[in-house]
Each structure stands twice: as C-alpha cells, then as structure tokens.
C-alpha cells in the first residue's frame, strides 16, 4: 500500500497526470443478460415465468442482433460494390458511347454516327434529321432492311449538301411494316464528359457533352 501511495505521490510532486484506464464497453448481449438476472431476481415468485419465455426473448434478442449485424455487413458491401462501379465508370470519360434518346450533338466537322433498334425487317427505312427548332433539315434512305441493329452515319449536312451549324439535333427513324410507318427506336453516339455517383441506390450516371446525363444501364455500347 506504501509503494501505491509513494507512486501516486511521485505523480503529484512530477506534475504529471495518470491516464484513466478504459472502461470495458459493455456488450448488448451482457446488457440483455443484466435485465434478464435482474427480471428472474425481481419476478413474482407466486407467479414465475415460464423458461421457454426467456428462451423466446433471448432468441428474438439474438435474431436482432444478427439481422442488425448483416445489415451492416450489406451496407458495407453495397458501398464498396458502388466504389468501384464508379471507379470502372471513371474509365470511360472521354470515350464515346451509344445512347437512346434519338439526340445528336453535331461537332463542327465531325459526323454523328447511330443506330436504329428495327423491330422487325422493312422494305424501306428512313432517318430524318431535325433541328433544334424541329424543322426537318435531311433526310437518309436506308432501303431494305433485316429486323436487329442498323448502323447510320450523318455528315453534318443538309438536304442540299451544305454544312450545318453546330449544335444540337433529334433523329428519328421511321420503317414501313406491311401497311404502316412505324417510329423505330434511334441510339446515337455520345461522348463521355464525366461521371456522377448517384445517391441513394440511384447508380451510376454518364454525363454526355450537349445531352445531359444517363444511366450507365441504358448504355448500349462503348466505342
């Protein structure tokens, strides 16, 4: 006990200051344990519980803790399943990739390169090309062709061969089904400007030059 009081002292006269120990967290199943003893303690002894009602509430007890526990270990795994989405994502900045929406961002001498999802064959489809102000400026044959992808290209210009201004343009195709025209659905290339990491399990999205963002999902290629 000397030897204590002299530690202490030789703390005190040193003007130092002694770290507390840490308390030992107390677990919830060691709490759970604590109201348990101290419910048995406390009960009625004219009119005891039943065990299996123990068991059931240390049971339901541990099921929660287990389902808390895995949900923190899906979290986990969710985050870092996003991470490195978005870190694969962040590859294709710069890159150009095929998008619906049937819109066009004309470069100044560049083509726009697309393609049209036929639903099934015709004997005659056509792109049209429309400006910003939905004024019909060209319009490509394409003739007979088998249902599937159907790669088109523009060059930038009109009905008449010269040069439009940059900007951006909607394509639309149509193709004749037996008796009817029928809109098909236009992909048209786009590239790559950044790439945002939605929030709340709403993914990963591509932000396009001139078109705004889309899905990674919706991406039909890379190129």
């Known amino acids: 006990m000397s030897a204590i009081n002299n530690n202490v002292a030789l703390y005190d006269n040193l003007g130092l200051t002694r770290k507390n120990e ?10 759970f344990m604590q109201l348990l003893i101290a419910q048995l303690k406390n009960q009625d002894p004219l009119q005891p519980q039943e065990n299996g009602d123990f068991l059931s509430q240390l049971a339901q007890f541990e099921t929660a803790a287990g389902a808390k526990e895995l949900q923190q270990s899906f979290d986990k795994f969710s985050a870092n399943m996003q991470s490195n989405s978005a870190l694969q994502a962040s590859s294709l900045v710069g890159r150009n990739v095929l998008a619906p929406g049937g819109i066009a961002q004309l470069e100044t001498g560049e083509n726009v390169v697309g393609q049209v999802d036929l639903s099934s064959s015709t004997t005659n489809l056509t792109i049209e090309i429309e400006d910003a102000s939905g004024q019909l400026v060209k319009t490509i044959p394409m003739g007979t062709q088998a249902a599937g992808d159907v790669k088109f290209t523009w060059d930038g210009t009109d009905q008449d061969g010269n040069y439009l201004p940059p900007g951006g343009y909607r394509i639309r195709a149509r193709a004749d089904v037996g ?26 999205k591509l932000n396009l030059s001139g078109l705004g963002s889309i899905e990674l999902s919706a991406v039909k290629e890379i190129s």
């Open 22 to 31: 840490p308390k030992a967290e107390v677990s919830k199943q060691d709490q």
């Open 179 to 204: 008796t009817e025209t029928v809109a098909q659905d236009v992909l048209v290339s786009a590239k790559v400007d950044s790439v945002s990491i939605g929030q709340g399990g709403q993914g990963i």
